[in-house]
């Protein structure tokens, strides 16, 4: 069966940097990975995606210039590096999979994605 494992979630000031994981195991049909989060009294937002074969990845606005998507496939992990964090970016973070035919992997819907992690937890705070 299908599992994705996230680690890495904390507690940081604005400003520091924190790198999430995310292992998976028993999917060897997905090619697309995403990284969302969810803040209390909002949608999932899509954060970073990343073509697995295509290495090609995408990033919301609100990140851009301060996350980096990335994978190790000899590890099967993805990591979300995240730097100059700030308290917008406190919700719990989550890892998903699906397979696409297209060349890209999107953000949005997160229903797209099949596949889901248990989430990890990012608070940002002085």
């Known amino acids: 069966r299908v599992e994705l494992v996230e680690s890495g979630g904390g507690s940081e000031q604005p400003g520091g940097s924190l790198r999430l994981s995310c292992t998976i195991s028993?999917?060897?049909?997905?090619?697309?990975v995403g990284w969302f989060r969810q803040a209390p009294g909002k949608e999932r937002e899509g954060v970073a995606s990343?073509?697995?074969?295509?290495?090609?990845?995408r990033y919301a606005n609100s990140v851009k210039g301060r996350f980096t998507i990335s994978q190790d496939n000899a590890k099967r992990t993805s990591y979300l590096q995240m730097g100059n964090l700030e308290p917008g970016d406190t919700a719990m973070y989550y890892c998903?999979?699906?397979?696409?035919?297209?060349?890209?992997?999107?953000?949005?819907?997160?229903?797209?994605?099949?596949?889901w992690g248990q989430g990890t937890q990012v608070t940002v705070s002085s």
């Open positions: 028993g999917d060897t049909h997905s090619n697309c």
């Open positions: 990343l073509s697995r074969t295509l290495s090609i990845t």
């Open positions: 998903a999979t699906y397979y696409t035919s297209g060349r890209l992997c999107p953000l949005a819907p997160a229903g797209t994605y099949i596949n």
